[in-house]
Nanobody
Framework: QVQLVESGGGLVQAGGSLRLSCAASTRTVGRYNMGWFRQAPGKEREFVAAISWTGGNTRYADSVKDRFTISRVNAGNTVFLQMNSVKAEDTAVYYC?????????????WGQGTQVTVSS
């Protein structure tokens, strides 16, 4: 079973940037599609971004397109989410996940989440 640990969350001002990291417990994660999801208070968990195991294919939610960038370093078993021009509505707990495919709408394995709070 894959264990995922997110880090990098915190408090950031609107318009600022933040970089989230997701470290996996096994090197075999390099063969998995990975993604980020988020859940705001009182709302359901929603898809944010996904990246194929090769890194050659990415997908983004419309709400974050052109502001967020997902990337990965397979040798280091790590996936990143670079968040730029953040908005108050980006405030949520962000979860890293192993995904069956880049087009999936949910994950198979989840991290514990990291809180991102954007102040306006």
């Amino acid at each position: 079973q894959v264990q995922l640990v997110e880090s990098g969350g915190g408090l950031v001002q609107a318009g600022g940037s933040l970089r989230l990291s997701c470290a996996a417990s096994t090197r075999t994660v390099g063969r998995y599609n990975m993604g980020w999801f988020r859940q705001a208070p009182g709302k359901e968990r929603e898809f944010v971004a996904a990246i194929s195991w090769t890194g050659g294919n990415t997908r983004y939610a419309d709400s974050v397109k052109d502001r967020f960038t997902i990337s990965r370093v397979n040798a280091g078993n790590t996936v990143f989410l670079q968040m730029n021009s953040v908005k108050a509505e980006d405030t949520a707990v962000y979860y890293c996940a192993v995904m069956g495919s880049v087009v999936a709408n949910t994950g198979d394995y989840w991290g514990q989440g990291t809180q991102v709070t954007v102040s306006s």
